[in-house]
């Protein structure tokens, strides 16, 4: 089975510092893994997505993440931080269930970034 | 095209009144997901359809929720009754194709049930 699990609740950083959020997941096998944003009030955004191609993802506004399959992980960065990144950030991996072809897409449970001045 | 679409935006309702969420997913798109939000549980995927078809519905809470996909272009999540716990943002998806595309969002629906 699939899933995801993002290690940090809350993480807060000084404007101008790296941001790390860091995402672990399990997966029998290749898995597709994505970031989504969620600004305050509103819906969600998709930053990046791996899909086996390149290991090193770019995504928008600075963000990129990089698939480590030896580590499970797919975490997050961004060199610089900005007081526009302050939102909610989701892990996600798409499951297929064993009946089915149809796969659907499961959250982490989130990890709020705050930006300190 | 508009992306996802969810009406209404904003829900208030009695307790024991019937709800209806509606979701427009973009055009071409095979794949409708239905998630609630809550500060509780997070992103909760409560049922997604391919085709129309529900393919998972384990996520639904119980019996008093249902959700219809009567054609590719339209899609209602139901709650009746209501109760205050179902309190919450309740968000639409749509995707094109298999595992490795992204979903799209709609601006989702705050319900509150008073």
């Known amino acids: 089975a699939q899933s995801v699990t993002q290690l940090d609740s809350h993480v807060s950083v000084s404007e101008g510092t790296p941001v790390l959020l860091r995402c672990n997941y399990s997966?029998?096998?290749?898995?597709?893994l994505f970031w989504y944003v969620q600004h305050p009030n509103k819906g969600l955004q998709l930053l990046l997505k791996y899909t086996s191609a390149a290991t090193l993802v770019k995504g928008i506004n600075g963000f990129e993440a990089e698939f480590k399959k030896s580590e499970t992980s797919f975490h997050l960065t961004k060199p610089s931080a900005h007081m526009s990144d302050a939102a909610e950030y989701f892990c996600v991996v798409t499951r297929r269930p064993s009946y089915s072809s149809a796969s659907k897409i499961i959250f982490g449970s989130g990890t709020r970034l705050s930006i300190r001045p | 095209d508009a992306g996802v679409i969810q009406s209404p935006r904003h829900e208030v309702t009695e307790m024991g009144q019937e709800v209806t969420l509606r979701c427009k997913p973009i055009?071409?798109?095979?794949?409708l997901f239905w998630y609630r939000q809550t500060m509780m549980r997070g992103l909760e995927l409560l049922i997604y359809?391919?085709?129309?078809?529900?393919?998972?519905d384990s996520g639904m809470p119980e019996d008093r929720f249902s959700a219809k996909m009567p054609n590719a272009s339209f899609s209602t999540l139901k709650i009746q009754p209501s109760e205050p716990r179902d309190s919450a943002v309740y968000f639409c998806a749509s995707r094109s194709g298999g595992s490795d595309t992204e979903a799209f969002f709609g601006q989702g629906t705050r319900l509150t049930v008073v």
């Open positions: 997966s029998s096998y290749s898995p597709s």
């Open positions: 055009s071409g798109h095979d794949y």
């Open positions: 359809f391919n085709n129309n078809v529900p393919i998972d």
